[in-house]
């Protein structure tokens, strides 16, 4: 029967081959066929093909025989039944070869057993630990013998677990005991491995094996038995054991693991044999290093502990240890290479045992330093073997570590051993002649160790100078018993070879830092010195001359070299160390030989002098004269050294002083000289011998030097001789005075040299100098004025020399200081009071810290000039940082306080402080000095009312002043008290020429401003109250009046948020002291006549307190009864206001009948008085009689009284009319047409006497209309044609700016106005005013429109603008003709916020009629192509053009400055009346771009293709528009986030209903309608934004609030007709787009209405023939930035080229024609309809309808026949500038 084939697979066989071939203990030859270099698999690959030859043979590789398998030790003592199961388990697995498995097993046998056996495991009970110990105590023989294999496993944590739980169970003392008894009988392997277990590579490892070994080792033997330990018992087996383990450590482990031995080395061991087995995690040469390192540890214990006595030589053990140390083979523990030399014929498969092993090899360091030690006198004949290894080994060994352990062992085997270089050499030498140690002597120089210690030296000890170089002069020392070097090349070989590491920078770069440098340094020096000492030292006889000229040599030549490399920075250490190492061996020197002293001496004087010449100085200078010197001179034991030292220094001043003052490179030779003046002064001083030239030179050579050194030198120089000088006052105080002299000259440049003077005085060096004889105001004026300029830098150094006047200012030059600071302060206070905008300079800070330092210097300098700098620095302190607020203040609290003192300062400078509140010129706001001078008062507003603001007379006094200046007629249409005439005196031009606030004004500020901090201060002060009411109506009048009439009190430059703040403030004051007449008990009737002398004052008490409300109130009424004014009346009205309200009939009378009574006396304080009582709305019976009486007067009035009496009356009778918006009547009907017929009487009489009626009387007149109109609403008759034609009189030729006409004109429009809401609710009324409303109110549009009307800023003005705008509301549409949009575009612009409203409604209608207008007058002429293509060439024909007006007033605006912080707060009354700044370009921005918008609107697709070219053009979008939007909106602003719009209708805005706040909604707005009428402009601008994170913000931003709105208001003209209710309701026409584009083929379906973004889509379908044709359009979630797009449905009947052309014509119409979705459906229907109707599409853009104008293509090819649009053809035209035919390129005209 044949062989069968082996089943197993080609790998398994394999594997079985290569395991067989690892377990032959010879090599056999591989027979099996190998494949060849060509073709086949051979080791490159794969091959091309198969070989053509006969086939490999096949045959049958038997698997490996397995070897023995060990006996489970459970089994051999047969415990599988007596263990507990779970025990059993964990012995079952410590068999396993799996290393996790034995972990695991190791593990749990510690944390289930060893761990509950611990008395201290507190968690297990009583029975618990007893069964544990039971369980163990069985398992303890197994432990016993899985414990050695287990130390010698590979993995670390498996030998630590062992140990662990061999320490733990020592711990229990019945396994101690049995562990102890086990151990005395223990086998080899159980003691070795534990002792090699103390020396394990792991250091927990072997500290924990060392602590159980130590306990029982040491333990006594059992009783019965011989004296001894256990250890000593143990001896002869662990040495067996460690010195196989040294030798043969895989034989060792191969007894407890047998598997794992294999062949690890040789020639014929491959890679698959040296594998690492087992799975261990480590390879066999790491094992055998592992275990041989541990072996020579537990030697290494066992001879030092003398169980290993190499003097017993009977003893085998014994012997095995000397016949190791014998064999060349074991010292290659110490070799790190591969082949040792001191090895003879190794065989091939030795490998040396230090090898890639750094651990074996310190652990045979160890080992020879033991031996050197322990046993000098019996290591015998292993001394050569040991000589030659050691001084072979130790200079080529590699590890830095392992060199550091071998110095201690060679040293000691060096000492122990002198003759050991001399045995290394000899070693292997086959001679024994007598002549050989000679021989030897001389060849150890050229000997393999030798040649290998200096190439040791060349590497800077291989790596380790710091270690070595000390020890080298005990290696020469060694190197033979006479003197190591006795020839000069020899010597020279030496210090080559150590001076080669400097050379090559291999000192440097082995080690860092100065260490190795140092201990290179003292080696070379060390050992120069004593081989010069051995070469001086006669070995017979006497010293040879040549041995002295070689030891002079070498030593001089060493100590110079050294010298010269550590100048030369070759050798770079500290020069104070260096210093001492050099002067330790001059010192030996010295001491030793004086003559070869003076000779180092010289070499090293010379070399130091050569560092003077040229550039060398600085080398010298940072190095050789600082520490080096000093270092020498308190190192130096012997005099000479010093002698020299001082001599030399001494030499190298005077050298280096004369090459300063004649070298040209002069601070080279300056720093040595300050450095040797003062690092070495105790030096130069101590020496005698320079000492009287030195004092002689430099005593004057700061004078030859004088503008030959730069002055930092300078100054430098100066200190140094100083500091020389010190000891000498006289000579010292003698040249500071010469310093000073030449230092006063500010001219001289030498300020940075007094800097450097004053550092030093702070130092301390300038002590003992006092102040100088010589002035220096000159240097000191200089500095200040530079300050004062900013043009100077030495602020700092004046404040120095203050600080220090003692040594260098006098008395004098601190009085200079004090009065220019004094005088410049002035200045700087003049200008923050009297200059506007005056920029405070920041150096005045320095003018306050030179004023505080001399008050600190020298208190009564700056006392005596309190006068002149108090008011500059309240100035400073307390009025600078309230006018800029982000300015902090330039004088402390500490600094004023001690300047200016408590309220003696105060006194000092009080008038001044008077004429700052009195001058008009002082240009700070009052608010601020009361607010200023109340801080510094610490509040105390009594003393700020008694003591600084004028007296109580001198105010009454100014005040009669104001008081009879009679107010501007103008007034008269807001107060009927003024006359439309002037009255009262003029104001002079002292008074009222000013451009500030006259001093009149300044006080009652100041007095409103103290009263509103202290209200108990204004109730004790009523007498303040007369002036408060004086200039609130002053402030009023001038808010009032436009500018150009301004000639008041308050100046005119003084803003209106000025007097709008002291109308504020003195409105808050009144209104509080008036709140007392709120009590019920207010003694009106007596009051009024005590007013009207009736009953004196003294019969009633309630003028007891002359400061109260009542006696207040007596004093003004007689005043005014006295200086009877106007301005005095209405002063008096406005007091009574607030008293009479909630007075009763009875009071009211009574003070009617006081204004009755003084009527013919004071006819203005009784008209003041009857129109406080008329404001009451009481209605008397006497206030009746009176209106009466003043209309019968009037009546029957002849018309040559009607400009005097009659106006009279008149004026009196529009005081006594009621309020407008009151229910009561002035006249009853009749006596009103009586009224009216006199009046009509008047004016329609011609006189010849030249009396005719004044407009005043019209004037009058329009104002009484306003009160009888609601009376004669409803009678007809000549009376209200009588009003119509005073209107029309009145309007026609109308100016604002006519002031002499303002009254009648502002009561006119009132009137109009008035008519306007009468006619409403009476048609009578109505009637007659249908025929002059179209004339009035053209009359109203001319007076709007005319120049005169633009940029008013008067109160009033504005007021009645819009109040004629208001009018113009009403008939808008019947007078507004479509040129009118650019008249009223100026109203958007104005600064009036009114103004602005109301004029964007006008401007909004005037809009829809110009772009009707422009839509017809395009539409008219078809044929002209639009704007956006209009040049010379094309045809005539109306344009399609934006107002230049609007146009220019949106390019005026450019970029606004937008607060962008106070958006969402809400603006103060203050804000939102000063209308004139930022709130007004806002508004008027965005109002102008709305306008724009409104004239896009409804406009054809040509139109509005105009009008955006005009945008394009002006770069209105990309320039204004976008940029202002996206910062109002902020939109791509770091760190701001975008304004919600989550609660607003974008879609929307009334503008009516604007508020300030507001504004970032109209901003919204604003954007929505650009996305709607110019989205291909925003989407261009938005494409080519270039800052990615605006551009992701705008398109996030839109997306989010506007994209819903647009794409729902684009789909809602494509809903069905049922959807457009809301359409209807707003008034716009019902037939939808949708009802538009359906008919019987044509069908339209919207999807996505309301849902998602993205889902919006509109589809068209087209049936012909009953083929249905579709296409869709699809808006992007950010439509319209991102242009729609365009589905194509299908085709039916139209070629592909038209079919593309109509759908790019829909995507283009919507994306940059500003069409609307349903226009471009709307052209795509057409190209359809009129394509299956046979007409022919334009042959440029291949559609019928052009994207332009909607025109079908009308001009034809005379040539080609083809037809073109009229737009198309122009643009073809203009880009290829040429008029061919685009097909044909004939000429087409």
Not at 798 to 816: A, Q
Not at 1076 to 1092: C, K
Not at 1554 to 1582: N, Q
Request: with cysteine.
């Amino acid at each position: 029967m044949g062989k069968q084939k082996s089943s197993a697979t080609s790998a398994t066989r394999k594997k079985h081959a290569r395991k067989a071939a690892a377990s032959n203990a010879t090599d056999e030859v591989d027979n099996s066929p190998q494949p060849s270099a060509k073709g086949g698999k051979g080791a490159s690959g794969k091959g091309k093909g198969k070989k053509k030859g006969e086939p490999r043979i096949k045959m049958y590789i038997p698997p490996v025989k397995p070897p023995a398998l060990q006996r489970d030790p459970v089994e051999v003592y047969g415990l599988a039944s007596q263990l507990p199961p779970d025990l059993l388990v964990i012995f079952r697995k410590l068999t396993k070869k799996d290393i996790v498995t034995r972990t695991r097993a190791l593990e749990e046998l510690q944390s289930k057993w060893i761990d509950s056996c611990s008395p201290e495991n507190k968690s297990i009970s009583a029975d618990d630990r007893d069964t544990a110990v039971a369980g163990l105590e069985v398992a303890l023989p197994a432990w016993n013998l899985h414990f050695p294999a287990l130390m010698f496993h590979p993995s670390r944590r498996i030998r630590l677990l062992t140990a662990q739980i061999q320490a733990a169970c020592l711990q229990v003392q019945s396994l101690h005991d049995q562990i102890l008894d086990y151990l005395s009988n223990a086998p080899e392997l159980y003691c070795g491995a534990w002792k090699l277990s103390c020396f394990d590579i792991d250091r927990q490892v072997s500290q924990l094996s060392q602590q159980t070994w130590s306990q029982v080792s040491l333990a006594p033997l059992p009783e019965g038995e011989e004296e001894g330990t256990i250890e000593s018992r143990v001896g002869p087996y662990l040495v067996s054991f460690t010195v196989d383990s040294v030798m043969a450590p895989e034989s060792v482990y191969g007894q407890f693991y047998p598997g794992a031995v294999t062949k690890t080395s040789g020639p014929n061991v491959s890679a698959d044999q040296s594998r690492i087995v087992e799975g261990e995690d480590e390879s066999p040469n790491d094992r055998a290093g592992r275990i041989r390192l541990a072996a020579l540890g537990s030697l290494r214990s066992l001879i030092a502990s003398g169980l290993v006595k190499l003097s017993h030589g009977d003893e085998s053990e014994e012997q095995r240890v000397e016949s190791i140390l014998n064999d060349p083979q074991f010292w290659t523990i110490l070799y790190s290479g591969d082949h040792p030399p001191f090895v003879s014929s190794p065989s091939p498969e030795f490998t040396p045992y230090g090898m890639d092993q750094p651990g074996v090899r310190r652990a045979g360091w160890g080992l020879v330093q033991v031996l050197a030690k322990h046993h000098h006198d019996h290591l015998g004949s292993a001394l050569p073997v040991m000589s030659a290894a050691i001084l072979r080994s130790i200079w080529v060994e590699p590890d830095a570590g392992t060199r550091h352990s071998a110095l201690d062992g060679l040293l000691s085997f060096l000492a122990g051993f002198p003759q050991a270089w001399k045995l290394a050499t000899a070693f292997g030498v086959e001679s024994e002649s007598d002549e050989l140690e000679d021989e030897i002597d001389h060849t150890v120089y050229s000997s393999p160790a030798y040649i290998e210690f200096l190439q040791f030296l060349r590497m800077a000890c291989g790596g380790s100078p710091t270690h070595f170089y000390p020890s080298i002069i005990i290696i020469l020392s060694k190197l033979s018993t006479d003197s190591p070097y006795r020839t000069q090349p020899t010597i020279d070989e030496l210090f080559d070879a150590l001076w080669a590491a400097v050379d090559s920078q291999a000192l440097t770069i082995v080690e860092r830092g100065s260490a190795p440098v140092l201990a290179f340094i003292s080696a070379v020096l060390e050992n120069a010195r004593f081989i010069s000492t051995k070469l001086r030292q006669p070995s017979s006889g006497e010293v040879d001359d040549p041995a002295l000229e070689l030891s002079s040599k070498l030593v001089v030549d060493q100590i110079g070299q050294v010298w010269n490399y550590y100048m030369s920075h070759k050798l770079v250490a500290p020069a104070s160390e260096f210093g001492t190492i050099l002067c330790k061996t001059l010192d030996r020197l010295a001491g030793n030989d004086i003559e070869l002293f003076k000779l180092v001496w010289t070499r090293i004087e010379d070399a130091t002098i050569l560092l003077l010449e040229g550039e060398n100085i600085i080398v010298a200078t940072k190095v050789a004269f600082t520490d080096i010197w000093k270092a020498m001179d308190a190192e130096a034991k012997q005099s000479e050294v010093k002698e020299q030292l001082h001599a030399m220094l001494g030499q190298m001043l005077h050298i280096s002083l004369q090459r300063l003052e004649s070298a040209s490179s002069s601070p080279l030779y300056l720093e040595h000289v300050i450095l040797m003046l003062t690092d070495m002064r105790h030096l130069l001083v101590g020496f005698q011998g320079n000492q009287e030239s030195l004092q002689s030179l430099l005593e004057t050579g700061f004078i030859r030097l004088d503008g030959k050194l730069d002055p930092g030198h300078l100054s430098r120089l100066i200190e140094a001789i100083l500091f020389y000088f010190q000891d000498d006052q006289i000579s010292k105080q003698k040249y500071w005075h010469g310093v000073l002299t030449v230092l006063a000259d500010p001219s001289s440049g030498h300020k940075s040299t007094l800097g450097a003077l004053l550092d030093a005085s702070k130092r301390g060096r300038l002590s003992g100098l006092s102040s100088a004889t010589v002035e220096l105001h000159t240097l000191v004026l200089s500095i200040l004025s530079d300050t004062k300029e900013g043009s100077g830098d030495d602020d700092q150094l004046l404040l120095d020399l203050i600080r220090h006047h003692d040594i260098f200012l006098s008395e004098k030059e601190l009085d200079v200081c004090a009065n220019f600071v004094c005088s410049w302060l002035e200045e700087v206070s003049a200008g923050v009071l009297r200059q506007p905008g005056y920029s405070v300079p920041s150096s005045v800070s320095f003018a306050v810290q030179v004023l505080r330092l001399l008050h600190d210097v020298r208190p009564e300098t700056v006392v005596s000039r309190r006068v002149a700098f108090a008011g500059p620095l309240f100035v400073l302190k307390y009025i600078l940082p309230q006018i800029f607020s982000e300015t902090d203040s330039f004088v402390g609290n500490s600094v004023y306080s001690t300047l200016i003192g408590g309220g003696e300062g105060f006194q000092v400078w009080l008038p001044e402080l008077q004429g700052w509140l009195l001058d008009p010129q002082v240009e700070v706001d009052i608010d601020i000095l009361v607010d200023a001078l109340l801080e510094a008062s610490h509040q105390d507003s009594e003393w700020l009312l008694h003591k600084v603001i004028p007296s109580k007379t001198v105010l009454d006094a100014l005040f009669m002043e104001e008081v009879l200046i009679g107010p501007s007629p103008i007034l008269a249409t807001m107060d009927a008290l003024v006359t439309e005439k002037d009255e009262g005196e003029s104001p002079s031009k002292e008074a009222y020429d000013g451009k500030q606030p006259s001093s009149y004004a300044r006080m009652v500020w100041a007095l409103s401003s103290l009263m509103a901090v202290d209200r108990h201060l204004a109730r004790s002060s009523y007498w303040v109250l007369k002036h408060l009411l004086l200039i609130q109506q002053l402030a009023e009048d001038r808010l009032a009046l436009p500018m150009d009439s301004i000639h008041d009190t308050f100046g005119s430059e003084t803003s209106r948020t000025t007097i709008r703040f002291i109308l504020n403030q003195s409105r808050k004051t009144i209104s509080y002291l008036l709140s007392a007449s709120s009590e019920d008990d207010f003694p009106h009737s007596q009051l009024v006549e005590i007013i009207s002398g009736k009953k004196p004052p003294r019969e009633t008490n309630i003028l007891s307190d002359s400061e109260s409300l009542q006696a207040f109130t007596v004093d003004v009424c007689h005043l005014a009864q006295k200086k009877d004014c106007v301005r005095m009346a209405r002063l008096v009205r406005t007091l009574l206001v607030p008293l009479l309200r909630g007075a009763s009939g009875v009071d009211v009378d009574a003070w009617l009948t006081l204004g009755r009574t003084a009527k013919r006396s004071a006819p203005n304080f009784a008209r003041g008085v009857v129109a406080a009582a008329v404001s009451t709305g009481v209605e008397t019976p006497l206030l009746a009689r009176m209106r009466n009486e003043a209309a019968s007067d009037l009546i029957g009035l002849p018309v040559s009284r009607a400009n005097t009496e009659g106006s009279n009356h008149l004026h009196t009778l529009l005081v006594l009319a009621p309020p407008l918006d009151s229910d009561s009547v002035l006249l009853p009907t009749q006596r009103s047409i009586n009224l009216v017929q006199t009046v009509e009487k008047w004016i329609n009489t011609e006189s010849d006497d030249d009396e005719e009626v004044g407009p005043v009387i019209e004037s009058q007149m329009m104002a009484l209309f306003l009160h009888i109109a609601p009376v004669l609403q409803s009678l007809s008759g000549r009376h209200w044609e009588f009003a119509f034609d005073l209107i029309e009189n009145t309007l026609e030729g109308a100016s604002f700016k006519d002031m002499e006409m303002f009254v009648q004109l502002a009561r006119t429009l009132e009137l109009v106005a008035n008519v306007q809401t009468l006619v409403a609710t009476n048609k009578q009324l109505r009637a007659s005013w249908v025929t002059r409303q179209q004339t009035i109110s053209r009359l109203v549009r001319d007076l709007v429109v005319s120049s005169s009307a633009h940029n008013l800023d008067g109160g009033i003005e504005l007021v009645y603008r819009t109040k004629a705008l208001n009018i113009l509301h009403e008939s808008a549409e019947a007078i507004l003709e479509p040129g009118d949009f650019s008249k009223f575009v100026y109203l958007l612009h104005e600064p009036h916020l009114e103004t602005q409203q109301e004029g964007y409604g006008l401007v909004r209608t005037a809009a829809l009629k110009y772009t009707e207008h422009v839509v017809m007058e395009v539409g008219l002429n078809s044929t002209a192509p639009s704007s956006a293509s209009v040049s010379a060439s094309a045809p005539e024909g109306a344009e399609a053009r934006l107002p230049t007006e609007l146009i220019q007033l949106l390019d005026a605006y450019g970029i606004l400055d937008l607060d962008d912080e106070g958006w969402e707060e809400e603006d103060t009354e203050e804000d939102v009346g000063d209308w004139s700044g930022l709130h007004q370009r806002q508004f008027g921005f965005f109002l102008g771009w709305m306008a724009l918008f409104d004239i896009m609107e409804n406009t054809s697709l040509r139109v509005r293709a105009g009008y955006v070219e005009d945008i394009r053009n002006g770069e209105l979008v990309s320039r204004h528009l976008m940029p202002n939007l996206c910062r109002m909106l902020r939109l791509g602003q770091p760190g701001k986030k975008p304004v919600r719009m989550d609660l607003y209708e974008v879609d929307s805005f009334y503008v009516q209903l604007f508020e300030p706040t507001s504004m970032t909604v109209l901003g919204a707005h604003v954007y929505y309608r650009a996305l709607r009428a110019i989205p291909s402009l925003v989407r261009v601008w938005w494409t080519e934004c270039k800052d990615r994170q605006l551009s992701n913000a705008i398109a996030t931003y839109t997306a989010s609030y506007f994209s819903p709105v647009l794409v729902s208001a684009e789909l809602a003209s494509l809903r069905p007709p049922f959807q457009s209710e809301q359409q209807a309701t707003a008034g716009q026409p019902q037939v939808s787009g949708r009802e538009l584009l359906e008919d019987e083929a044509t069908s339209v379906r919207v999807s996505g209405v309301g849902g998602q973004a993205g889902s919006w889509e509109v589809s068209m379908s087209y049936v012909i023939d009953e083929q249905k044709m579709e296409m869709g359009v699809k808006l992007p979630s950010e439509y319209p930035l991102r242009n729609v797009e365009v589905k194509d449905g299908r085709r039916v009947g139209v070629p592909e080229t038209k079919w593309r052309g109509w759908l790019f014509a829909v995507q283009q119409l919507v994306g940059t024609q500003n069409g609307h979705v349903v226009d471009a459906l709307g052209m795509f229907k057409k190209n359809v309809s009129l394509h299956f109707e046979g007409q022919v599409e334009c042959a440029i853009c291949y559609s019928i309808i052009s994207l332009t104008d909607l025109q079908l293509p009308t001009k034809p090819c005379k040539t080609c026949k083809n037809r073109f649009h009229a737009s198309c053809l122009y643009k073809w035209f203009k880009s290829s500038s040429s008029s061919s035919c685009p097909l044909c390129r004939s000429d087409i005209f």
